[in-house]
């Protein structure tokens, strides 16, 4: 008869990224309940160390750091600061990232009218900043590969650890006005595979989940209206989902655990997961 799994990471020490985020500290309280001391890194302290007091509180082991994954100086403090506190990280998750302005089109798309009419406030794909799709290029891709040189020498030096990057449907099928952040989300995809091929014989697992569509701080004013209801863009997405809603973070804790165990994933490495009530299978006919 085949076993159940428990998921019991106790003893297993997890670092979060972004962890001040609702979905990454969705995942951060995930890991605490299963037994994983948790280290909540991101920009802002203060949100770090309002989700490490809630797994505290519900008596779970975290601590918030803080940390830029864009400074290797930052990161290898907050590296020694989990350490001295906690003991060598087990299970990165690279949840930091996010879009721009500067990186995003007004439009769908391009017009013949828009070569020649001048729209205030129109943003073309010749509008385009490249310092606003720099920002997303290294927020999103550098602030995965970073980290992880940051995080995993210990792992490596041990012959164990496991890493789950945070790729998007964007990876797969590249969304309208978001040119940026779809190509930076296809690097982490690509560099999930890359990265799981490059550390397979130091016993490292990379994997990554690629999240559908959630409402987010980020995101929830570009889906919703003030009275909730759905704007253009978010009816167009959950039309375009066979499950018929967004999802909720919780919906990312299922497959988060899987990956992250031994016992059940052991033989899983170099997969992006898509958790996206059927968007990437659905053709739209």
């Known amino acids: 008869m085949a076993k159940g799994y428990s998921f019991d990471l106790s003893g297993k020490v997890a670092m979060v990224t972004g962890g001040g985020g609702l979905l990454c500290s969705s995942m951060a309280k995930a890991l605490a309940a299963a037994g994983a001391?948790?280290?909540i890194a991101d920009l802002r302290k203060e949100a770090a160390d309002a989700v490490a007091a809630e797994?505290?509180?519900?008596?779970?082991?975290?601590?918030?750091?803080?940390?830029?994954?864009?400074?290797?100086?930052?990161?290898?403090?907050a590296n020694a600061e989990v350490e001295a506190a906690l003991g060598p990280i087990d299970i990165l998750i690279n949840g930091a990232g996010g879009n721009h302005p500067k990186g995003t089109t007004s439009k769908e798309?391009?017009?013949?009218?828009?070569?020649?009419?001048?729209?205030?406030?129109?943003t073309t794909f010749y509008d385009l900043d490249p310092d606003g799709v720099q920002f997303v290029f290294n927020l999103n891709f550098l602030g995965t590969l970073l980290p992880t040189q940051a995080f995993t020498k210990h792992m490596a030096k041990r012959?164990?650890?496991?890493?789950?990057?945070?790729s998007s449907m964007n990876a797969f099928?590249?969304?309208?006005?978001?040119?940026?952040?779809?190509?930076?989300?296809?690097?982490?995809?690509?560099?999930?595979?890359?990265?799981?091929?490059?550390?397979?014989?130091v016993g490292i697992r990379v994997n990554a989940i690629a999240p559908g569509f959630f409402l987010t701080d980020q995101n929830r004013a570009l889906l919703t209206q003030e009275?909730?209801?759905?704007?253009?863009?978010?009816?167009?997405?959950?039309?375009?989902?066979?499950?018929?809603?967004?999802g909720t973070p919780e919906d990312l804790s299922g497959v988060l655990l899987w990956l992250v165990s031994d016992e059940a994933a052991g033989f899983v490495t170099g997969t992006v997961?898509?958790?996206?009530?059927?968007?990437?299978a659905f053709s739209g006919v």
């Open 55 to 77: 797994i505290t509180a519900a008596g779970g082991k975290a601590i918030g750091v803080a940390c830029n994954v864009l400074e290797i100086e930052s990161l290898n403090a």
């Open 159 to 166: 012959g164990c650890g496991t890493v789950i990057n945070i």
């Open 227 to 246: 009275d909730g209801s759905l704007t253009p863009r978010g009816a167009t997405i959950v039309g375009q989902t066979p499950m018929g809603k967004f």
């Open 37 to 39: 001391s948790v280290a």
């Open 109 to 122: 798309y391009l017009f013949p009218e828009d070569l020649t009419q001048a729209t205030e406030g129109l």
């Open 273 to 280: 997961i898509p958790v996206d009530g059927g968007f990437s």
């Open 173 to 201: 099928t590249p969304l309208t006005k978001i040119p940026a952040y779809s190509g930076a989300k296809a690097a982490v995809s690509n560099f999930t595979q890359w990265l799981a091929v490059h550390m397979s014989k």
